[in-house]
């Protein structure tokens, strides 16, 4: 296939089928056959052939360097390898084929912690690129948004992965300028992977991003497993997670702090996201702990206009989040939330279990169509506990488009000290709850269900994807 070298203008070729693997420290003789120390196990949906370091490509781990280039050179760059722990293999051959790939060691190839130093804090090496087609402008502001620091597009078969090995996005930076309102485009996010599929992020420790921390959009066949996320809260716009747009995809094991919401599921954005119709649909989420006081566990929305269905979550633990699941969307949304399955849900110190809104507002632009009103139906509820909460639930769907069939069962939920007065205020919503307490409101009665609440039990298809070990021999 064909490769270009980068021009100073457009560092990154945005045609190229390349893959990304961040890689740290190897641990000696996970696999049973001979490995060499500066051999490279990892697991990956199809094993590459070929592999170069960042360090190769100019980035330095010394925390002053900028390394936005080196990141962007490495995307589209072919080399050998002369990593300094192991410079006595050289990696010969090295091509762009289908499958390729891109990692970093540290740089004395014995620590977790190699970190890519700095990105760029000059706003001239951030290039613009096209709002997404589905919001039709920048989230930020209208217009493009700068490149995001991890960026693919049209790619097939992606590996970012790193033994826990750290991407610092320095967001300070960009949370400062922001709130200073001295930003003209919308910021960059920390990874960015577009029109893809067989897309796998794992094993990563992701600091301080500059807005949106991993935002998969139009893609599928996405795994993202044992992320640590951590973004101070209060940092603005800070989600975590972000499917936008994607199908047959799961998160697992992930550990998220978050300035915003820890994971916010999304299909575009008003007249923009219902002309696109990309839905997000089949996505798991399991084994999430989240920390998030200024937000949601899970958002479903705001932007929700290409519909999101056939979400199953489960395994669920957060510490002092202002929501657990939250429906968010309003008139001029259209679209649709349906299929909603949640179970085993622990919850300490929580505003909100349950939160539905119909009035977000928030709109691109003038354009919208106020009659465009979504369809939020067959939401549910399983085996939750909650400690410490503040109100049971605040449900409101929109007049005239109530939100239905919710249904929630064995729901513990233990008060806090200073609870509101009311514990479920409910309207147009219809549903039923099952053994719930604080007794919830009259929209959703009582119904004695012998099973509980839904949970489907089919395996989706991402559940059947194997990876394989595979080894990189230096
Ligand atoms: C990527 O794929 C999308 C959807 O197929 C297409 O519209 C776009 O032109 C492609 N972009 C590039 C850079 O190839
Ligand atoms: C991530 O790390 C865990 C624990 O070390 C390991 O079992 C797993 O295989 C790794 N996942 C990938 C995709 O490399
Ligand atoms: C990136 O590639 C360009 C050539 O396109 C080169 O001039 C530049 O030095 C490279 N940057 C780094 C950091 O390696
Ligand atoms: C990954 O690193 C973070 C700190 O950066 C640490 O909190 C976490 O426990 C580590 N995870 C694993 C699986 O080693
Ligand atoms: C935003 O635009 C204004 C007016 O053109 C300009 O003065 C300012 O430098 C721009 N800010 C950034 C961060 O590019
Ligand atoms: C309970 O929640 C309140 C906020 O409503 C918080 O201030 C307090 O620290 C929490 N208590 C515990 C034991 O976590
Ligand atoms: C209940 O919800 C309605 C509709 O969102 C709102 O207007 C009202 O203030 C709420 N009442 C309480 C007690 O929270």
Not at 324 to 346: C, E, F, H, L, N
Not at 371 to 391: G, S
């Amino acid at each position: 296939m064909g490769f270009s070298p980068v021009s100073k203008t457009s560092p990154v070729n945005l045609s190229l089928n390349y893959s990304i693997a961040v890689l740290g420290f190897l641990i000696l003789g996970l696999l049973g056959a001979p490995v060499v120390e500066c051999d490279i196990v990892y697991q990956a949906i199809n094993c590459r052939k070929h592999s170069a370091a960042l360090t190769d490509f100019g980035a330095k781990g010394d925390g002053v360097t900028s390394n936005t280039a080196a990141f962007r050179n490495a995307t589209a760059w072919i080399g050998w390898r002369s990593h300094p722990h192991c410079a006595s293999r050289k990696m010969a051959h090295w091509q762009f084929q289908s499958h390729q790939q891109f990692h970093s060691f540290s740089p004395e190839g014995s620590s977790y912690s190699w970190i890519p130093g700095n990105f760029a804090e000059d706003i001239s090496e951030y290039p613009l690129i096209e709002p997404l087609k589905s919001y039709g402008r920048g989230r930020d502001a209208p217009g493009g948004r700068y490149i995001s620091l991890v960026f693919g597009t049209n790619l097939t078969d992606v590996v970012i992965t790193g033994e826990n090995g750290t991407i610092d996005g320095q967001g300070a930076f960009w949370w400062d300028k922001f709130r200073a309102k001295e930003l003209n485009f919308t910021r960059p996010y920390l990874i960015e992977i577009m029109y893809s599929n067989q897309v796998q992020i794992s094993n990563l420790t992701l600091l301080n991003s500059p807005s949106w921390v991993v935002h998969p959009v139009y893609s599928s066949d996405v795994i993202i497993q044992g992320l640590t996320i951590n973004s101070p809260v209060g940092s603005p716009n800070t989600d975590g997670i972000d499917p936008d747009s994607c199908t047959n995809m799961k998160i697992e094991d992930c550990f998220i702090v978050s300035g915003d919401d820890c994971i916010a599921v999304k299909s575009g954005w008003d007249e923009y996201g219902i002309a696109v119709g990309m839905p997000t649909n089949h996505l798991i989420i399991r084994r999430l702990t989240c920390i998030s006081p200024d937000s949601a566990v899970i958002a479903l929305g705001s932007e929700m206009s290409g519909g999101i269905q056939d979400l199953r979550a489960e395994d669920i633990t957060a510490i002092n989040s202002e929501s657990g699941v939250r429906i968010k969307s309003a008139p001029g949304r259209g679209g649709y939330v349906k299929d909603i399955y949640v179970r085993r849900m622990t919850l300490y110190t929580m505003k909100y279990v349950f939160w539905m809104t119909g009035a977000y507002g928030d709109h691109p632009d003038e354009g919208y169509d106020p009659k465009a009103l979504p369809e939020v139906k067959n939401i549910n509820f399983r085996d939750i506990n909650a400690e410490n909460v503040t109100m049971a639930a605040d449900l409101s769907g929109i007049k005239d488009d109530p939100y239905t069939g919710i249904c929630i069962s064995d729901a513990v939920i233990n008060l806090s000290p200073k609870p509101k007065k009311v514990q479920w205020n409910c309207t147009d919503v219809s549903g039923i709850t099952s053994n719930v307490g604080p007794p919830p409101c009259d929209l959703l009665p009582e119904k004695v269900l012998e099973s509980g609440c839904d949970f489907p039990t089919d395996v989706l298809p991402i559940d059947k994807v194997q990876l394989q070990t595979c080894k990189l021999a230096f």
